[in-house]
């Protein structure tokens, strides 16, 4: 069985399918944190939740399978006080906490929302905060992001019953 580390901020492969026979994907969370599992664009919103000690079997799974931990919220916070442009959205946030978040930096946006997503802060100066990618979403006045601590997770998988 292969072990695969999964983190809160980038999507990882935890199974691949054989190229022959009928696959049959066991996967088990012997991490401390939820994994939420999908495709390549999965999310804490958008993916099926597999808890701490828990498994899945998928007979038939015959695509790729995506997994991202969760994460916990932190300070500093900021509120997007002028909208971002429309998709594909820019790479700044303005917010009059600009200078709170530092380059490295992980944020959560729209947090708990099918809007959520996760993106690495590049840089700040007064009122604005820069991401290293562009944002998937145009997100408008009020939206909060928040600084997040990932809580990392491993994921065990096999291809058990291939036939």
Request: no cysteine; hydrophobic share 35%; charged share 5%.
């Amino acid at each position: 069985m292969a072990h695969t580390p999964v983190s809160a901020t980038i999507p990882t492969v935890v199974y691949t399918p054989t190229s022959s026979g009928t696959p049959h994907a066991f996967l088990y969370n012997e991490g401390v944190s939820t994994v939420y599992l999908g495709g390549s664009g999965v999310s804490t919103q958008q993916g099926l939740a597999l808890a701490p000690n828990d498994k899945i079997r998928l007979p038939y799974a015959g695509g790729t399978i995506w997994a991202i931990s969760g994460y916990n919220t932190t300070s500093p916070q900021g509120t997007v006080i002028t909208a971002t442009s429309t998709f594909p959205a820019g790479t700044t946030l303005t917010d009059a906490a600009g200078t709170s978040f530092t380059a490295g930096m992980w944020i959560a946006i729209e947090s708990g929302t099918p809007r959520q997503e996760i993106a690495q802060v590049n840089g700040s100066n007064a009122g604005s905060v820069f991401t290293n990618s562009a944002l998937q979403y145009a997100h408008g006045t009020a939206t909060t992001f928040w600084q997040i601590n990932a809580v990392p997770s491993l994921v065990k998988s096999s291809d058990v019953g291939a036939t």
